[in-house]
């Protein structure tokens, strides 16, 4: 079992009754080894819209022979190019904290499959995993047998998650998409509430080009009659977006978060009268581990509300949940405000301007597009202390490589290139060494993760600054290192193993 994470009482008498030769008609191995059987999009190396089979044909069959479970969700679903996972979190703390039963579904997990589904911070048991994987397997062999063609690794979660949460008798259930909107596995749902957090230049092979092209995919998670919570977006995007809204009498709901330059010749930036400037809270190390800020509504005010997520873009993301909870309220659901500023203050959530060393500082970011690790870098610079900055990066292929070497470069002193173990989306970390050394002022390359993160920490010094990024794959990776090779007292205290 892995350590660090809430074990479920299988047996509780508040779930469905299951009996022993039930849970041993699948072990939790076999169960993930099945799943390893079907296509995995998300590790593809042709990660393009032929080689997905982008339709949701085969994920409306395999839920229809499951009974449709999703029909009997209560759904907020969560598109958008950045900050899905955290808004997500976001969301489903607070309404944990509400006293609502939750279900959570992320993607992809940093070290255990298991983190994709939970409920009230709980992630689903193994035994639950190889139960519910031996529940949907006769209806994944039928489908995968059909016209529609296999069905995928997505495909699968999503099904299991569905199952879960329907049987666990959740209250909510907060989705989020995997990728784009319009034909995302998860875009069967009728939602309570949508949210779309900002929209970047991503996945462009799959998705478009243009903002107007990718917001267009993602706009596609608007229902009818159902409240959009809106992030600030390009204008292109943000044009998209109100116009569907208005053809499907979707009310928007938003919480300013943009700064604005004033005309004045002094060029003087005047904060909009909804935005307060982000204050930091350190640990007893000295090191920034959260943040604290205002937000206000149309109908609520949220001052120093305080999270353990840093960065500006966080901020954002932040103020998108709030504007998802005011849809959830303005539909007649009690969130008490003390709900909002417990389940933002006791947030669990890693791998996001993660400080999981003092000294050196080591911090662990899943940056994986030239947006976030402007975002990453930005914060690294204007939060912390240090002297030299190491960085430790792994970048898939469908990413914009030479974009985000050049961002790397004005803020890393070092770059170790590494790459994520066994999966074949990975580009080598010869190719990163070879594109970005002529702009990153010292670079090389150590294909071993493990090795890339000992030889980081012998250069460095107590006052360095050690960042493990480019990919969440290279950050499970990273957590599984320390946990393997650390003991409590070499790491400061918001290690969350």
Not at 336 to 360: C, D, E, H
Request: hydrophobic fraction near 40%; glycine fraction near 6%.
């Amino acid at each position: 079992m892995e350590r660090g994470y809430t074990e479920r009482n299988i047996f509780d008498t508040s779930r469905p009754h299951r009996t022993a030769r039930q849970l041993k008609k699948m072990n939790y191995e076999a169960a993930l080894a099945y799943i390893e059987g079907f296509i995995d999009y998300e590790r593809s190396p042709d990660f393009s819209r032929q080689t997905r089979l982008y339709n949701l044909n085969r994920i409306s069959l395999l839920l229809k022979r499951l009974g449709n479970p999703h029909d009997r969700l209560r759904v907020i679903h969560i598109a958008g190019s950045k900050g899905k996972g955290s808004t997500a979190a976001l969301v489903a703390s607070v309404l944990t904290h509400a006293g609502y039963k939750t279900g959570l579904f992320t993607s992809p997990h940093l070290i255990t499959p298991r983190e994709r589904c939970r409920i009230d911070n709980a992630l689903i048991s193994e035994a639950e995993v190889a139960l519910y994987i031996d529940k949907i397997k006769p209806a994944i062999e039928v489908v995968s047998a059909s016209e529609f063609g296999r069905v995928s690794f997505f495909e699968i979660y999503t099904a299991l998650a569905f199952a879960y949460f329907a049987d666990m008798a959740t209250d909510f259930a907060v989705i989020e998409v995997g990728l784009g909107g319009r034909l995302d596995a998860t875009n069967v749902v009728t939602p309570v509430t949508t949210v779309i957090t900002p929209i970047g230049l991503e996945h462009t092979a799959i998705l478009g080009e243009t903002y107007t092209e990718i917001a267009g995919e993602k706009a596609e998670i608007i229902k009818e009659g159902c409240p959009v919570a809106l992030a600030p977006q390009h204008p292109e995007a943000r044009t998209v977006f109100e116009r569907l809204a208005k053809k499907r009498n979707a009310p928007i709901v938003e919480v300013k978060t943009h700064r604005t330059v004033s005309k004045s010749t002094r060029g003087d930036v005047e904060p909009d009268r909804r935005t307060s400037a982000a204050r930091l809270l350190l640990n007893t190390e000295g090191v920034p581990v959260a943040q604290q800020f205002d937000i206000e509504t149309d109908s609520e005010s949220y001052p120093q509300l305080a999270m353990p997520l840093l960065g500006h873009h966080q901020f954002v993301n932040a103020s998108t949940a709030i504007a998802a909870i005011e849809c959830l309220k303005q539909v007649g659901y009690s969130i008490p405000k003390t709900s909002v500023y417990a389940g933002f203050k006791n947030l669990k959530w890693r791998g996001r301007i993660q400080p999981i060393m003092a000294s050196p500082l080591v911090v662990l970011d899943g940056a994986h597009s030239p947006v976030s690790m402007e975002a990453l870098c930005q914060t690294l610079r204007e939060s912390f202390r240090y002297d030299q900055a190491i960085f430790i990066v792994s970048i898939m292929k469908d990413k914009n490589l030479t974009t985000i070497g050049n961002i790397v470069s004005n803020t890393a002193n070092t770059v170790i290139a590494t790459e994520v173990s066994d999966n074949p989306r990975v580009t080598s970390a010869e190719t990163i060494r070879d594109a970005w050394a002529g702009v990153c002022k010292k670079i090389t390359a150590c294909p071993n993760p493990e090795k890339a993160i000992g030889q980081a920490l012998a250069a460095a010094s107590p006052t360095d600054l050690i960042c493990i990024t480019g990919s969440l794959y290279l950050v499970g990776q990273a957590l599984e290192i320390f946990k393997s090779n650390f003991s409590a007292k070499d790491s400061i205290g918001i290690l969350l193993f």
